[in-house]
């Protein structure tokens, strides 16, 4: 089974989730499992021009490339605890992705511990090679199991050519290479590890590609966020696991990989019940095209989906699909716009998480966006005891970024929590937090505020085009609505 890198909306999307741990804070969590990825020529070039902009960067003077080379890469083994050398992840990245990670809070941290006897067994799934199966019911949120990777590498690496080498002689060389990159992080790992990683599928053994990198090609996970200063697909690692790579794609998938940082570690969540023996499967490019569209992403992994929604195609799928593509409004886009009916943005949302339910999709990143909103909706009107019905459906969500621990607050309708949140009544009072609101929106429009931490905190970001120390003047202008003094403790931290 082919998977890549792949260059799909979804990979963009991220669709990812904080997991429900005091110790691990979500924005340690890097919220990029979402998808395989695939390496093709074209991702090729833009990442060699980029990778040679950073070349010169790095080495102005030196341009022998070997050098070169030694510059641009390290081999490291990640975390490398002396008493788990099984745990250990063969890294080939640039020297910044290590600074990076080990400012994460927490890194190096151990992996959770495992479920005894394990939640999944690998078994031979019909018609798709290996898979991985639940060994008994699991429930939603749940998260199934965690895993290091056994190597990551950027995806593509960066290969320097000889000058004078025509199209096809560069190629060669390109994939040789590769090969020769990848096979260092092979010969680091343990012979158990060498042995799994070897015993992955390789899904076309006959092309140029050698053994090892086209392991890669075939099961790399897309791990994106761990390399400073490159954005989107361009700062792409492929990850290979022993486990989650053997998961096979559904377009309505049943679990959710996410990537905890500090403890450098793949969590894989249940993003709806499962029933025993079910096999387990995420998606490995996006599921919110048409049907069309996605067997032609699929084919590139040397596969025709057989799900339920590509076995049975209708136009109301492709329909509903498409739809839930568009995006959910934010709360703020609707509380602040006072010519909206108050029930405007949870009619829209339920509307939303019953497409969402329809196909089977609870993975994708609107399913956690519907809830939250319909929770802060009601939040927002002053209406608790339909807020912590919400909260009670979003602390489920476990694999989404939206997670937070202090929705545990909000389950009781009678909480503090309810009071102390940004949004509480922001519908129903002419409190000065709603001036405050009403005047920022001037400058900021509901896309340019940000609630973070479960609404204890908020962000103002001025629109484009705003002048420098407008947002200030604003503030200072609002002054009064500051003093009221537990606002002013939520809008600054
Ligand atoms: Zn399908």
Redesign the pocket.
Known sequence: MKRGFLNSRAAKEKPIGAPPVAAVNSKDVVNEASSRVVLDESAFKSTIDLMRNQLSRRCKSDQNSKALQRILYIYRAVPNFADEPEQNTQCLWYPETYELLSKTPGFPQRLPPAASPPAFRVAPSPGKGMGLFSTRKITQGEMIFSERPLLLQPAPTMVITPNGLDAAEEAKWRLNEQERYAAKCVQRMTPHQQAAFMGLHNFNPNDRTGPIFGRIRTNGIGLYGLESGIEGDKGVYAAVCDNISRLN????PNTCPRFDRASFSYWLYAVRDIAEGEELTYQYSD?LVS?VE??EE?EKYGFA???????EPTAESDKRRSEIAASVPSVLTWAMDWGLPDDWLIKKAIRLLVLLQKENIQHVEAYSTATHAILEAYICLGDSKNASKWAARAIQQTWSELYHERLQELLDPQSQAYEGHVLWRMRVDKSPRNEVFKAMGTVCRPEGIGILDGGRKLTFTADEGVLPGTLEKVLATVAPAMNDAKFKQLATG
């Open positions: 794609h559904s377009c309505s599921v049907k996605r067997n699929t989906c057989m799900c339920a929604a590509c076995k």
